[in-house]
């Protein structure tokens, strides 16, 4: 019995923190000077975040450049991302982590690995809270502060 428990807890610890391809964030009132609008202020955001825009295949939408945050020699991985404002009080920010093999073939990440997460988080963030935005985190995040878990 005890041994089942070890090899329990001994492989939780081994397995990957999931965390999925999105944040949200809640709009907060306009820091002084900052631009009123929310596009405005999300430019700002991730021009200070060293992001660089792009053309959005959607109208209400800000997508960047792939950006490189890692590369081990056998592969590498960028990250683009998109801010898609919700209405006027919310905007969800959407990563979009791929993996490029030493081989040529390329794959997309199903989630956020702590590397990417150390990458790309804290800087976006960071600049996101200067322009008035307010990280909400995962549902799974929101959802332990409710609860007090965690």
Do not use: I
Not at 27 to 48: C, Q
């Amino acid at each position: 019995m005890r041994v089942a428990l070890l090899l329990t807890l001994g492989l939780a610890a081994c397995s990957p923190s999931l965390s999925p391809l999105y944040r949200d964030y809640e709009v907060h009132a306009t820091p002084a000077g900052a631009a009123a609008d929310v596009p405005s202020r999300l430019r700002a955001a991730l021009a200070e975040a060293g992001w660089t825009e792009v053309p959005a295949d959607a109208p209400n939408v800000l997508s960047t450049a792939p950006r490189q945050v890692s590369n081990t020699g056998l592969y590498r991985v960028e990250v683009s991302v998109d801010l898609a404002p919700v209405g006027e009080r919310f905007v969800r920010v959407f990563f979009h982590p791929w993996r490029y093999s030493l081989t040529g073939g390329r794959s997309k990440l199903p989630y956020l690995t702590g590397g990417v997460r150390r990458a790309v988080l804290p800087a976006l963030t960071a600049a996101l809270e200067r322009q008035g935005f307010v990280v909400l985190g995962t549902p799974r995040e929101r959802d332990r502060e409710e609860t007090g878990n965690g």
